[in-house]
């Protein structure tokens, strides 16, 4: 199960605890099985496994996260903010949806914006293609 947490809601922790947020991005008609995969049975177990360390893992899956009224790029944008430094993209054969106006796909602009436009190193950006 994917932990789905509004943006205005933040994670509180007993002292002593941390809570790491892993921003999972590609196309979403590509890798529904990969993400999939991760929502059901990996990241459960890493949570778990975490949970022994007294650290809280929340998994940010956007695909049911941003509705028709919002602007994509930003809040994808600002939840790729809140998560950093960790960052999972999935790439496939599609480049995905882009939207009006814009020169980059949604997918695009993340991995622009999360890996290949940070300035400041040491981040855990991880791509499976």
């Given at each position: 199960?994917?932990?789905?947490?509004?943006?205005e809601t933040e994670?509180?922790?007993p002292a002593g605890w941390r809570t790491i947020r892993v921003f999972i991005s590609s196309t979403f008609k590509?890798?529904?099985a990969e993400r999939d995969h991760l929502v059901r049975f990996v990241f459960p177990r890493l949570?778990?496994?975490l949970l022994k360390r007294r650290v809280h893992?929340?998994?940010?899956?956007?695909?049911?996260g941003v509705t028709?009224?919002?602007?994509?790029?930003?809040?994808c944008r600002e939840i790729i903010d809140e998560c950093r430094p960790r960052f999972l993209c999935m790439l496939g054969g599609r480049y995905g949806w882009t939207?009006?106006?814009e020169e980059r796909s949604i997918t695009a602009d993340e991995v622009y914006y999360a890996a290949?436009?940070?300035?400041?190193?040491?981040?855990?950006?991880?791509?499976?293609?």
């Open positions: 199960m994917c932990l789905q947490i509004p943006l994670v509180y922790m590509d890798m529904q949570r778990a496994e893992l929340v998994d940010v899956d956007l695909r049911w028709s009224e919002q602007d994509a790029l930003s809040v939207p009006p106006g290949l436009e940070e300035t400041e190193p040491g981040g855990y950006e991880f791509f499976y293609f």
